[in-house]
């Protein structure tokens, strides 16, 4: 972290108030230093009276409390308007009354309840300082007071927009987060969904198998040892994917590596699943998340072949082109094997999602000829 990363982290943990107090002492020394000029607002019009040591505790009563206007704006806005009209009555006409419409303004940008009932009130009040002003001697029309009165008016009218204007971005910043929170969920879901059930249904098919080869301890012994296999490589993907869980995890694991296309296939083979596997061309440098979406199909593909259609020849074929990865897996045959339950439909749901997002283009169903073909277009956003 940077000296002005650090300064800025100890500057925000202060108490509000210790953060507005600087405000309040800059324009309470402005106030003392300029008050020969006399530079400062006038409401009635009154003869402006010499600066003396009463108008420093005048002043210090119109600045001070704008250290609370953010943690007591109402108690802040009564305190100077308290010492703005005792600096108008006394004439005193000090830089200070710049305070006023701060305060003004911290109240509608600040006040959290009864925003209305405290208009009303300091309103009101307004009028029995226009009487006394009226009263000592004050020669200003009445148009000049109702105009002192819209402009703060205003400053309060600008405090209420741009504390709705923050309560609409703090509201838009929840849904994002609660949208992206969502989004996470359905993605981890999703992975949860291919990993599980494309280990555990070949599982399920290599322990099914089992059964028939009791007699053969050779094959008997290949097909558990193939179980227990499949069991690591699961218990090894859900780590992964578990990781992604982890705040401080980066997005390698992510990305299955270089290879496993080539293991999911031979995972199919050993299941009883007669696989032909192509892969051509040569896989881009950076692909974005196009190659965790092309395994993920092949994964889900061969994970419905091993269910709907046990044993029957299966050809897998991947292209890696300039700018996208083409995917098409064919099975031939239909029917579930016994033992396995129907599918929900949400792999290929989430695989046709997955393509969309990226841009390409994702099919599935049977063709004309029968069986079930998967194909996917998948784009991968480098550039040539």
């Known amino acids: 972290m940077t000296d002005l990363g650090r300064v800025s982290g100890w500057w925000h943990r202060l108490d509000v108030a210790l953060r507005d107090l600087p405000l309040a002492l800059l324009l309470l020394a402005g106030s003392v230093l300029l008050a020969p000029d006399n530079h400062g607002t006038q409401v009635g019009g009154l003869p402006t009276r010499p600066f003396d040591a009463l108008a420093v505790a005048v002043v210090a009563l119109e600045c001070l409390p704008l250290a609370l206007r953010r943690r007591l704006p109402v108690v802040c806005l009564a305190l100077v308007s308290l010492g703005f009209s005792v600096d108008q009555l006394l004439a005193y006409h000090t830089v200070a009354g710049t305070a006023l419409p ?3 303004f911290s109240a509608g940008a600040h006040l959290d309840r009864h925003r209305r009932t405290a208009a009303l009130l300091f309103s009101a009040a307004y009028v029995p300082l226009v009487v006394a002003l009226v009263r000592v001697g004050s020669v200003e029309p009445p148009s000049e007071f109702v105009l002192f009165y819209l402009a703060h008016a205003f400053a309060c ?6 504390r709705r204007f923050r309560g609409a971005e703090a509201e838009h910043r929840r849904r994002v987060a609660a949208d992206t929170r969502a989004a996470e969920r359905s993605r981890i879901a999703r992975e949860l969904h291919d990993v599980v059930t494309h280990h555990v249904t070949a599982m399920v098919v290599q322990a099914e198998a089992a059964r028939y080869l009791t007699a053969a301890p050779d094959r008997l012994d290949q097909a558990l040892t193939a179980v227990t296999d499949t069991g690591r490589r ?5 780590r992964h994917l578990l990781d ?3 705040p401080d995890h980066g997005t390698d694991a992510r990305t299955p590596p270089v290879g496993r296309l ?3 296939v031979e995972q199919a083979r050993r299941s009883g699943q007669p696989v032909e596997f192509t892969e051509e061309g040569t896989p881009a440098e950076s692909t974005g998340s196009a190659d965790l979406v092309a395994y ?4 889900e593909a061969l994970t ?3 269910k709907y259609a046990n044993g029957s020849p299966t050809s897998v074929r991947v292209r890696h082109g300039e700018k996208e990865i083409t995917v098409k897996v064919a099975t031939d045959g239909s029917g579930a094997p016994p033992g396995l339950p129907e599918g929900s439909g949400r792999g290929l749901a989430g695989l046709r999602e997955r393509v969309e997002v990226l841009g390409g283009d994702f099919s599935a169903g049977p063709p004309p000829g029968g069986g079930f073909d998967v194909h996917a277009r998948i784009p991968t956003g480098s550039t040539s």
């Open 102 to 104: 701060i305060a003004v």
């Open 157 to 162: 009218g600008l405090g209420v927009w741009l």
């Open 234 to 238: 699961a218990i090894t993907d859900l």
């Open 244 to 246: 992604l869980l982890n």
């Open 262 to 264: 080539l293991t999911l």
């Open 296 to 299: 993920r199909v092949v994964q």
């Open 304 to 306: 419905n072949a091993l």
